[in-house]
Nanobody, 118 residues
Framework: QVQLVESGGGLVQPGESLRLSCAAS????????VAWYRQAPGNERELVAS???????NYADSVKGRFSISRDNTKKTVDLQMNNLEPADTAIYYC????????????WGQGTQVTVSS
């Protein structure tokens, strides 16, 4: 069983930045597909950003140009840098990691709250 522990959420004002981090317990993290999802009240969980083992990234249209996903296979972490945050980014953010063959559901973190409000 792989454990994922997220950190870095909080309350910020519009236009500010946050960096989320997710630490994984698996020793073969480099072979995992990783992603960040979010879920706002009343909404379904949605994909925010993903990163394959080969370095290919994918972003939701709503965050392109503002968010950046990265991984450190030595530290077994995946980060989400969020810039120019908007109130619409308010949600619980979840880390997801999938072992080969990389299909859902994989493993999920407990979630971290991000609130963007003035």
């Amino acid at each position: 069983q792989v454990q994922l522990v997220e950190s870095g959420g909080g309350l910020v004002q519009p236009g500010e930045s946050l960096r989320l981090s997710c630490a994984a317990s698996t020793h073969i993290f480099s072979r995992y597909f990783v992603a960040w999802y979010r879920q706002a009240p009343g909404n379904e969980r949605e994909l925010v950003a993903s990163l394959t083992i080969h370095g290919t990234t994918n972003y939701a249209d709503s965050v392109k140009g503002r968010f950046s996903i990265s991984r450190d296979n030595t530290k077994k972490t995946v980060d989400l840098q969020m810039n120019n945050l908007e109130p619409a980014d308010t949600a619980i953010y979840y880390c997801n990691a999938r072992p080969p063959p990389w299909g859902l559901p994989g493993y999920w973190g407990q979630g971290t709250q991000v609130t963007v409000s003035s």
